[in-house]
């Protein structure tokens, strides 16, 4: 059975980092495209950062994707986190179709993760 699980979600300070986790289980992330998204109240989700098969790291402004192989993990690092930030945030593989991955709305990914929930407040 092909699994996702996400962890390292809670209550963070402004300005704070976080790092949140995506282990997989039943298949290899190396293998497939891996996506972060996100879900604010009352909000439609959003893709926030993608990692292409095989690529070490990704990075985009205040968002840090990396992997390890060898636990099968990826990881998704927020630095400088604002309210704005507050979401559920999951983690989805996609079926590496194309070299390069994208994020759309999350269409092209085939399994999720159940979300790991992020606040950031005072």
């Known amino acids: 059975q092909l699994q996702l699980v996400e962890s390292g979600g809670g209550l963070v300070q402004p300005g704070g980092s976080l790092r949140l986790s995506c282990v997989a289980s039943?298949?290899?992330?190396?293998?497939?495209?891996i996506g972060w998204f996100r879900q604010a109240p009352g909000k439609e989700r959003e893709g926030v950062l993608c990692?292409?098969?095989s690529s070490v790291d990704s990075v985009k402004g205040r968002f840090t994707i990396s992997r390890d192989n060898v636990k099968n993990t990826v990881y998704l690092l927020v630095n400088n986190l604002s309210p704005e930030d507050t979401a559920v945030y999951y983690c989805?593989?996609?079926?590496?179709?194309?070299?390069?991955?994208?994020?759309?709305?999350?269409?092209?990914?085939?399994?999720w993760g159940q979300g790991t929930q992020v606040t950031v407040s005072s």
């Open positions: 039943g298949f290899t992330l190396d293998h497939w495209h």
């Open positions: 989805a593989a996609a079926r590496p179709s194309s070299r390069w991955c994208e994020l759309g709305l999350g269409e092209k990914y085939d399994h």
């Open positions: 990692i292409s098969r």
